[in-house]
């Protein structure tokens, strides 16, 4: 048997979560096994395990994972005045802790969201000045950047997976 712990729900062989699977499946039922999850959450997988004379161990941790962020959309960018840029995101469906960068592809630079400026291109998930949740891009009233008169901005967003900056 299967159960996602962080979830709080068992898992059945067709990748359903909808409540108890009380059938016991050989190992390679699980194989490949493909689940239907949320986005951008935390799942903790335990197995359980039964011998030929039905003695079921304890449940054990097999595995645990976070799903998939999903990727927001630039809404707006827009020259807000001589020097600034406002930026509006759309979060998708991801959970308010998601965090987002975002870049100018043209420079392929990097926002610092603290510092409301370009700041580099050498970006990795663990570049904390660089990820922002929602709420602190602004929200829907939307994120300003120090902007260089005359010069065109391309902005693509990012989103990762878990609660870590």
């Keep these: ?25 050989i190992k390679t039922a699980f194989d490949t096994l493909t689940i239907n999850v949320g986005i951008n959450t ?14 079921a161990t304890e449940y054990s941790l097999s ?30 469906l991801n959970p308010s802790y998601t965090f987002f960068a975002l870049e100018d592809s043209v420079t392929g630079r990097f926002i610092d969201f603290a510092a409301n400026r370009l700041r580099s291109t050498n970006v990795t998930v663990d570049s904390s000045w660089a990820w922002a949740t929602y709420s602190e891009w602004g ?4 994120y300003y950047l120090i902007a260089t008169p005359n010069t ?12 870590r900056r």
């Design 1 to 25: 048997q299967l159960y996602d712990s962080a979830q709080g729900v068992y898992v059945n062989t067709s990748g359903d979560t909808s409540g108890i699977d009380t059938t016991w499946h």
């Design 42 to 55: 935390e799942h903790w997988f335990f197995l359980k395990g039964r011998n030929s004379d039905s003695v």
């Design 63 to 92: 595995d645990s994972l976070w799903s998939w962020a999903a990727v927001p959309d630039v809404v707006s960018a827009f020259a807000y005045n001589k020097d600034s840029v406002l930026i509006k995101l759309d979060p998708k």
């Design 139 to 142: 929200g829907s009233d939307g």
């Design 152 to 163: 065109t901005y391309v902005f693509r967003a990012y989103a990762k997976e878990g609660i």
